[in-house]
């Protein structure tokens, strides 16, 4: 299963950007992120399942917690960027 990780700009950010996600009906985990992801000093982030990519930026986007990148699990234990339609 592909997890995705949306990189926020602190934890503070990253609480608030979960509230959000749970309060629209989806799961969202706060984590340390992994390293290799955070090079910008971002080093938490919010783990959603695959379903729910779009829907979470869209949600994040319209509150106004724009994420910085999101990251997929490429299968073989770590993580790529993927791209997403709303972060450019």
Known sequence: MVNYLILCRSLTYAQRSARAL?????????????????TEGCSHC???????????VDILVRAGLKPKHVFG?????????????GLS
């Open 46 to 56: 919010v783990k959603i399942k695959n379903n729910a990519l779009e829907r979470a």
């Open 73 to 85: 699990n490429d299968g073989a234990g770590g993580y790529e960027e993927v791209g997403v339609v």
């Open 22 to 38: 749970e309060r629209a009906g989806l799961m969202a985990h706060i984590m340390r992120c992994p390293k290799g992801i955070s």
